[in-house]
């Protein structure tokens, strides 16, 4: 009970800027209907209780899973094995992802049923599991992680030459989509369970980090080798901006809880049953702990349906219509400045960011600071949507303009960043992009395509997912940098006292 106590102290802070910059720009800039601000406050009520219950099951369950998973796949010291599990678990955990089904579902009803949700949640969840399982070979074999990102990157700018600016986004939105909340606990506690048994300290800590980013660039490349097979392009889009608020307060969420729990099942079922699955033949558990991590999936189920249903229901129309209002009624400074306070404080409320963010204090020894990498995070993800937003503003402005040279940017940081924090840095772009941005900011710039004349929804209002995955990157591998100049500097000051 008191850690439960805990979390909720700590996710109510966390969420609290967002709901307060909604209540601002309700009263000054974009003022709601009353039944869609309600909604809109019910649903941070929501997401607070969600996100607390939900971060408690995954002390309880996620992570000691992963955890046990990670080891015994490491222990039996065979390729093929730690291959083949990184297949099954790669696809399953991607097929149970709240907000890959979320991202899909948008796709599926912006592009009026011409891309299917589930063609794009199936498809992803092969890219991923391929890359899983090359991640979990690239750990038991100590390839050095910035290589293989460096050639993976390189793959994927080769590949998106030939990929249709509609897909484009739609393909780096797919990665931060997958890496979501239920995701992200498994794949870091996986990744920390294959490391430790390794007998390098240094090498197993640092490859603690990585696998989440080595992951999601299956996402990328399996959407776009998707479109190029299948020759999809000149595909158009349009989203329904609610202009007037005509639902019950609380219709919207009921219609919500069926589906969100039914989604929310599916995304907990596959890892119980490969937990029982692995506890028969291998974990051989005790009662009690077997009963607490069965408990804490319980906590992850009901978590995550009620953050879910708070953001579907309370956040999305808000996000949408406020996008739409500013675009159509001010300047473009004010979208830009808006967009940049929004990124910077809806971060603090994803739960894969606070699941991140406490492993690398954990991992560190309390090194890295959680304080020091929510502030990256944010101001990265600030200038991700302010950015985005500029891209809706000016014709001919086009994604590949900000990801080529992004990521270019951050393969090249990695030759000069202690390696610690390369992992760190990669993880954290798919991490930043969870639910709050899949709804909240996507909702936010399809609103602003929307009302933009010469803004194609399809094109301008996806890729701020892509965005948000990119500049945490750049942001923690500067921060990796700041520490590698004070460490140095604190090395020189212990030399000359020593003389």
């Avoid at 998973?69 to 097929?95: D, E, P, Q, T, Y």
């Avoid at 969870?434 to 209002?461: H, N, R, Y």
Wanted: with cysteine; glycine share 8%; aromatic share 10%.
């Amino acid at each position: 009970m008191n850690v439960l106590v805990e979390k909720f102290k700590e996710v109510f802070v966390s969420v609290l800027p967002i709901t307060i910059i909604v209540l601002i720009l309700n009263f000054t800039l974009t003022p709601m209907d009353e039944g869609m601000l309600i909604r809109a406050l019910i649903g941070a009520v929501c997401i607070i209780v969600g996100l607390a219950v939900f971060l408690l099951g995954v002390d309880l369950s996620i992570s000691p899973i992963g955890n046990l998973m990670g080891a015994n796949i490491a222990k039996s010291g065979k390729i093929w094995i730690v291959g083949i599990s990184g297949l099954i678990l790669g696809f399953f955990i991607s097929v149970a992802e709240p907000d890959l089904h979320i991202l899909a579902e948008q796709v599926d009803s912006v592009t009026g049923g011409v891309i299917l949700k589930m063609t794009i949640v199936v498809v992803v969840s092969i890219g991923i599991a391929v890359m899983l399982s090359i991640g979990l070979v690239r750990i038991v074999n100590n390839f050095p992680l910035y290589k293989l990102l460096t050639i993976l990157y390189l793959i994927i700018l080769v590949i998106a030459i030939f990929v249709a600016p509609e897909f484009l986004a739609i393909s780096f939105d797919a990665s931060g989509a997958t890496t979501g909340a239920m995701t992200v606990p498994f794949i870091m506690a996986l990744a920390i369970g294959v490391s430790t048994m390794k007998k390098d300290s240094k090498a197993s800590e640092k490859d603690s980090f990585g696998l989440v980013a080595i992951a999601s660039t299956g996402a990328i490349i399996a959407v776009m080798i998707m479109s190029i097979i299948f020759n999809m392009d000149e595909i158009h889009g349009q989203s329904e901006v609610l202009l007037h608020d005509s639902n019950s307060i609380f219709l919207p969420f009921i219609e919500e809880l069926t589906i969100v729990a039914k989604d929310s099942f599916l995304a907990i079922f596959p890892i119980l049953v490969l937990f029982i699955v692995f506890q028969i033949v291998s974990f051989k558990l005790e009662r009690r702990p077997f009963r607490r991590i069965c408990i804490g999936l319980i906590y992850n189920w009901f978590g995550l349906t009620i953050f879910l249903v708070g953001v579907n229901a309370g956040f999305m129309d808000a996000g949408r219509f406020i996008g739409y209002s500013l675009a159509g009624n001010y300047s473009a400074i004010v979208l830009i400045l808006v967009g940049f306070a929004i990124g910077l404080v809806t971060i603090l409320a994803e739960p894969a960011v606070h699941v991140l963010t406490q492993q690398i204090e954990i991992v560190t020894a309390g090194y890295v600071k959680r304080k020091f990498v929510l502030a990256a995070l944010s101001i990265g993800v600030g200038a991700a949507v302010a950015l985005s937003v500029l891209r809706i503003l000016i014709p001919g402005l086009q994604l590949w303009h900000y990801l080529l040279p992004g990521y270019v940017i951050a393969i090249a940081m990695m030759y000069f960043v202690p390696k610690l924090f390369v992992g760190m840095a990669f993880d954290s772009g798919g991490v930043a992009s969870g639910p709050m941005t899949a709804t909240f900011i996507l909702a936010f710039t399809q609103g602003a395509a929307e009302c933009v004349e010469g803004a194609d929804i399809l094109v301008e209002g996806f890729g701020v997912i892509a965005m948000v995955a990119l500049t945490p990157i750049i942001a923690l591998q500067a921060l990796g940098l700041i520490f590698k100049i004070r460490s140095k500097k604190s090395g020189n000051e212990e030399e000359r006292d020593a003389e």
